[in-house]
């Protein structure tokens, strides 16, 4: 009875798409081919390649048959206006729903996939155009002039920082380092945008994050040079920060792994009733790592105030993100897990500032996840053992480094208020400079952390196996002095 209901449904629901468009109905017994049971449209023959697009009448014809009507959406009226008549076969009311858990769901008899792609790709916030003027119509959070100028000293300073250190490590004075060339927006608007009490869980681009919160200069040379005032004793690489002062959570290399951690940290946040949430920054390579689908399910079920950060900036080392995802880019991928998202321009400060701003309240207020796509380009080298130069065109990098540069383009919106002068612009980076390189001959003068910082903050007893590998080190040092560095005390 069920399969003879369906039989008729279904012809049913073919002959009103078929009266209300005639490409649909199928050929007279006297000739034609009949059309293709699966194709929900007149055309059976696959595309040929070369050949003419389809008229943009049929495109759209196509697009909005295989479109899927929410049940929760549609209004009545709406629902009436489009009935021609009654159906044969489905009951009014709640029986052409399914009462399944999560909500109803609609009973249709036409077979409709999801299309692939929503066909026009998600808009981008933005406030600012590459002139530095806002867009007229824009919406955007306020700021004062205390907040904007140091917004924009605090980006002159990360970009100072970046290059020095990066000669530094050219130099042959610390192991490693990776820029934030170009992506100086992200880190300060979106920490401007947070309070002191919102926990930070950075990927590794994200310094500026915390040089907002008053991570000094000395304190960044400890890091990189691993001295004995680095808060990780020596035992990070360089770049690998971290506070527990300014809720900091220290830089972890795997990819990915911050981001469920991030959930159960909110969490933690929701349970006690805080007036604060958690953020987690990543690069847009991972978002193909699993942590980021189970970290998005994770905050989505448990309503967790999380604001995830994606930092699109085109590469993950030498993988464009062609070769990434075929969805349009990320933010999309939050509507799949239930998590309400916005892509913005990560060059606009403004936008930034304003979409973080946004972000946080509704993450707080309502107790839910947020998705932050930001679009932006990665300008340097993925670190100092890239050399970005192989797998992109230098045109393509110096267009987006002078052209679509954030910092010039917020500082003409900042000038443009009268709140900036040159002189200011030239008596800033000089004191930056010259705090930094005094910053860093502090650093290298420091002594190093001893060897046996290697072996403790892990266990309150250091348990024997580690003691026996301590004293295997030792030995060894004791017997080859020349193979290890002199400056580390045994």
Same mark, same amino acid.
């Given at each position: ?133 806002? +867009?007229?119509?824009?919406?955007? @959070?306020? %700021?004062?002039?205390?907040?904007? $100028? /140091? !917004? ?102 795997? +990819?990915?792994?911050?981001?469920? @951690?991030? %959930?159960?940290?909110?969490?933690? $946040? /929701? !349970? ?117 130069? /192989? ?100």
């Amino acid at each position: 009875m069920a399969a003879l209901w369906l039989a008729r449904a279904s012809s049913q629901m073919a002959r009103r798409a078929a009266r209300r468009h005639p490409s649909l109905r199928r050929p007279s017994r006297h000739g034609g081919a009949p059309a293709s049971p699966w194709l929900l449209g007149p055309a059976a023959q696959p595309p040929v390649l070369g050949s003419p697009p389809l008229p943009a009448a049929e495109r759209a014809f196509r697009r909005g048959f295989c479109s899927v009507r929410s049940f929760a959406g549609e209004s009545s009226a709406a629902a009436a206006s489009d009935e021609e008549e009654p159906e044969k076969g489905f009951a009014g009311g709640d029986q052409q729903a399914l009462d399944f858990p999560g909500g109803k769901v609609s009973l249709v008899a036409e077979m409709n996939f999801l299309p692939e792609s929503h066909g026009e790709r998600i808009s981008c916030y933005r406030v600012l155009d590459d002139d530095g003027r806002t +867009i007229s119509g824009s919406r955007f @959070q306020e %700021v004062s002039k205390e907040v904007a $100028l /140091k !917004m924009y000293s605090e980006m002159v300073t990360l970009q100072i920082m970046d290059n020095i250190f990066y000669e530094a490590q050219r130099q042959g004075r610390i192991s490693f380092y990776l820029t934030s060339n170009g992506e100086e927006a992200i880190n300060i608007a979106s920490a401007a945008a947070l309070s002191a009490d919102d926990i930070v869980l950075p990927q590794y681009r994200e310094p500026g994050v915390l040089l907002w919160r008053g991570f000094t200069l000395q304190e960044f040379a400890n890091q990189c040079f691993g001295n004995n005032m680095d808060y990780g004793k020596g035992r990070q690489m360089p770049i690998h920060y971290g506070s527990n002062r300014l809720n900091y959570f220290t830089v972890s290399s795997p +990819i990915a792994t911050q981001l469920p @951690q991030a %959930v159960g940290a909110a969490y933690s $946040l /929701k !349970m006690d009733k805080k007036d604060a949430c958690a953020i987690t920054y990543f690069g847009d390579g991972g978002t193909s790592e699993g942590d980021f689908h189970a970290a998005l399910n994770f905050a989505a079920v448990m309503e967790a105030p999380v604001i995830f950060f994606c930092r699109n900036n085109g590469w993950a080392i030498s993988t464009p993100t062609t070769e990434q995802f075929r969805s349009d880019g990320v933010v999309v991928r939050g509507q799949a897990y239930g998590i309400r998202g916005i892509r913005v321009d990560g060059n606009d400060a403004l936008a930034v500032y304003s979409a973080v701003h946004a972000a946080r309240e509704m993450a707080i207020t309502e107790g839910r996840p947020i998705l932050v796509e930001a679009l932006t380009y990665r300008v340097g080298h993925h670190s100092t053992s890239d050399d970005s130069t /192989k797998y992109r065109p230098v045109d393509e990098i110096e267009h987006w480094r002078t052209a679509r540069d954030p910092i010039s383009r917020y500082r003409k919106w900042v000038q443009g208020n009268d709140w900036w002068s040159d002189s200011e612009e030239s008596e800033l980076r000089n004191r930056v400079r010259k705090e930094l390189l005094q910053a860093i001959q502090v650093a290298e003068r420091m002594p190093k952390p001893p060897v046996s910082e290697l072996f403790t903050d892990v266990y309150d007893q250091i348990p024997s196996n580690l003691q026996e590998q301590e004293q295997l080190l030792r030995d060894t040092i004791m017997k080859h002095p020349a193979d290890y560095p002199t400056d580390v005390p045994v």
